[in-house]
């Protein structure tokens, strides 16, 4: 045999090879199909084709996800709003995303776009905004159910976001403004309210304390005249002054000597010192009005 149908021989064996053997990756699964008829599913790992008899496709496994482009939504009370969404979904049967649907990908966006325009045009506009679980939820059991003969299990939809006319924008701005203005005059009004309070409590607690000072004068200045009436009626009924009795005096004496209205002293005979000290005192007294008369 010549050389050069060898390596021409050896260049198709070769070709050959490389399109008999292939390699299915850890997320994948191929479906083997023979003379355009599927024969079975492989699992990841080295898998031999007799081409071109055999074929063989390749499905990811994976989840995955579709962007549902912007597209305006008309709602219950007539408002436009405009949403955008996307969809994760991953295959669980090979066989049937193949054979069973010819393009999942635009049929899930078609079939998206169409129930979430349902969901959407059953909900009022204040619905819509404050109710995103509710509507994910709606379209992921609608578009499970859907998809669920092409083997396709539908993981959650999320809506990105929905966004109403520019109008209804500056109106809701202007509410949201007028409510936090509200909420800001009732603190205020509510923080003078309580510093009102407050100042009422301490006003008060300052009377009361006042008042009870005053009561505890009053108290000690009844105690002491009780006590010294006590002395007085103590030193006439038992006929003979005590000590108390006689300082009490010399207090009131020394008093009125200052004021220059006592003229005479009387205490008992045992009080000498006392009765030398307060003339001493009344001496003094009267040298300085002398002195002031010159």
Excluded at 54 to 59: A, E, F, H, K, N
Excluded at 130 to 153: C, F, H, P, Y
Excluded at 197 to 214: N, P, R, V
Excluded at 267 to 283: D, K, M
Aim: aromatic letters at 6%.
């Amino acid at each position: 045999m010549p050389a050069g149908i060898t390596i021409l021989l050896i260049f198709f064996a070769v070709i050959y090879l490389l399109q008999a053997v292939r390699v299915v990756r850890q997320h994948e699964r191929g479906l083997i199909e023979t003379l355009g008829r599927y024969t079975r599913t492989v699992p990841p790992g080295l898998v031999v084709i007799f081409p071109p008899l055999q074929r063989i496709r390749i499905v990811d496994m994976r989840e995955q996800v579709i962007d549902v482009p912007p597209q305006d939504v008309i709602t219950k009370d007539n408002v436009v709003v405009t949403v955008d969404a996307v969809i994760y979904f991953q295959v669980i049967d090979p066989f049937k995303v193949v054979y069973e649907v010819s393009n999942f990908s635009l049929a899930s966006l078609k079939l998206a776009q169409t129930n979430l325009r349902n969901v959407i045009g059953d909900m009022e506009l204040d619905q819509t905004l404050t109710s995103r679980e509710k509507i994910n939820l709606q379209l992921r059991q609608v578009l499970d159910e859907a998809t669920d003969k092409w083997g396709v299990k539908i993981t959650r939809v999320e809506i990105q976001k929905i966004d109403p006319p520019k109008d209804i924008t500056d109106a809701m701005s202007k509410q949201m403004k007028a409510e936090r203005e509200k909420r800001a005059m009732i603190l205020e009004a509510e923080g003078v309210r309580q510093s009102a309070i407050l100042k009422a409590e301490g006003e008060k607690q300052s009377a009361i304390l006042t008042a009870e000072g005053k009561a505890e004068a009053i108290k000690k200045v009844a105690d002491a005249e009780k006590y010294q009436i006590e002395i007085v009626y103590d030193a006439i009924h038992k006929g003979r002054p005590t000590n108390d009795l006689i300082a009490i005096k010399y207090l009131e004496t020394l008093q009125k000597i200052a004021d220059g209205k006592a003229t005479k002293i009387f205490l008992p005979l045992e009080s000498s010192g006392v009765l030398s000290s307060i003339a001493g005192i009344r001496e003094l007294f009267n040298n300085k009005e002398e002195k002031e008369n010159k």
